[in-house]
């Protein structure tokens, strides 16, 4: 097993930063996508690949391998990044996002790219996906770990609170749920869209153990979804990361705008240019 | 195959809905890894059946449709044979963005089975009626589509989409219907089973109007109009030659189905 570790908190930045840097370029060159929660999902999705998941890059399709089901779908730049750097991908086909034929669909599709564990896009639906297969690993008592991430708007969708009962009841404590609570929504920010608090006392009421992160901050997001992953117990695991949409590109940070639009050439280079800076700090 | 009078003593056999329960106890039997799931309407979609024998691969997922279908698409991307039923029209119509985006456009391996289709459930009137399902899951890329006539057929076809890899839909009827074929009877997915060989008319029927269509068969007979039926069990994929070969031959062609004109059999064929 080849498990790519990144073990210091300054190589997690380093390695966040970068992955910002390529998901600007990606969505740049696309030409549409969306920036804002690609770039706030970033910390979580590292430390998941390069920390948390039980898994092979060499053998996608291991039967043992811990499941990531990026439910919130259009913030598959990050995702695919992600693979980029871990080695389930060529980074060369990155600059493909989006295009014709492309396996880096505008919205995760398994049949162009079969690595990916599910399609999503249509939003409020992996959490259930999710479900079906921390049930299966426990009928074959095998002892991988299924972890979601939705957005937080994606929790206004009614199927969410389907799932979320079921899986306290079932004692699906192999099963994670990650809410990129990003505060934003396509119109809106989203306690002005249809509140959502409290959203922790909500999972709660249902059944869950939930717990609030710093969704950009190593030092909660680590110990979060280890101890989320080495859950002895039956309930599943609600956390709510607290995040910034478009984090790590000033212009674009808790700015509406950039929920769904690309960067123009010029917006690239500067976005890359504070992000390169940044680096430099780290 | 000579069109006889005797269809009017059909024997009545079970209801298609609970041949599914019986095969699909049967499948389990067979294959450990087949699992079903059914939202609360288990006693009537006759899941309960699978239920009874194996409660460990039964999953009741309560009154949520949506649910069901994107959890048996997480099932069977985790290996598992997934059978989900429900009333059809809440299944097909509750669930439809479930079963696109979790089943058929990944191409899932996971089947659905919804029950009480067409208006023959009676009473309980329109909002448990299906008669648009067949036109929603016919326009989903992948699925294959099935509505059994009678038990043989249902039982044959729950073992056909258990061994067809991809998405499939079985719709089943709640009314117990005639016995049309014998316990052997082989059925193909695709292929659809032709009644006798008359010219004059062809009738084309799926479900419960096959056993109509026997008996309307055998009536024109009499009347010295020599008509063929032809069961097509499978609406997706459609057996296009069987159709051509009897719009060829036939002087008329007329469908029989429990369903809106748009996007059901007649508007298939």
Known sequence: MSVPRVESLTELKRLANRLRIDIVRMIGAAGSGHPGGSLSEVELLTALYFRVLRHDPKRPEWPGRDRFVLSKGHGCPALYAVYAAAGYLDPAVLPTLRKLGSPLQGHPDKRMLAILEASTGSLGQGLSIGIGMALAAKMDQADYHVFVMTGDGEVQEGQIWEAAMFAPYHKLGNLTLIVDCNQQQLDDWTEKILSLEPLAEKFRSFGWRAVEIDGHDFEQVLPALEQARANPGAQPTAILAHTVKGKGVSFMENNIKWHGVAPKPDEVAKAVAELEAAAQQL | ?269
């Open chain 2, 1 to 269: 195959m000579k069109a006889t009078t005797t269809k009017f003593e059909l024997k009545m056999g079970l209801a298609t809905r609970e041949a599914y329960g019986q095969a699909l106890a049967e499948l389990g039997r067979a294959n450990p890894n087949v699992v079903a799931l059914d939202a609360d309407l288990a006693k009537s979609t006759y899941s309960a059946t699978f239920a009874k024998d194996f409660p460990e691969r039964f999953i009741t997922c309560g009154i949520a449709e949506a649910d069901m279908v994107s959890i048996a698409s997480g099932l069977a991307l985790a290996g598992k044979v997934p059978f989900a039923s429900s009333f059809a029209v809440f299944l097909c119509d509750k669930a439809y963005d479930q079963l696109r985006m979790c089943v058929a456009y990944p191409g899932v391996n996971a089947k659905f089975c919804g029950s009480h289709g067409g208006i023959s459930i009676g009473e309980d009137g329109p909002s448990q009626q299906a008669v648009e399902d067949f036109a929603l899951m016919c326009s989903l890329p992948g699925f294959v589509v099935v509505c059994p006539a009678d038990e043989h057929a249902a039982r044959a076809l729950v073992h056909r989409m258990a061994e067809h890899v991809g998405p499939c839909y079985m719709r089943t009827g709640r009314p117990k219907v005639p016995v049309i074929y014998n316990a052997e009877e082989k059925f193909e997915i695709g292929k659809a089973k032709v009644h006798g060989s008359g010219r004059d008319a062809a009738i084309v029927a799926c479900g419960l109007e096959v056993g109509y269509a026997l008996q309307a068969q055998a009536q024109l007979e009499e009347e010295g109009i020599h008509a063929r039926v032809l069961d097509m069990h499978t609406l997706k994929p459609l057996d296009d030659a069987a159709i051509a070969q009897a719009a060829r031959e036939c002087g008329a062609l007329v469908t029989a189905e429990e369903h809106v004109l748009d996007g059901g059999l007649g508007a298939r064929v």
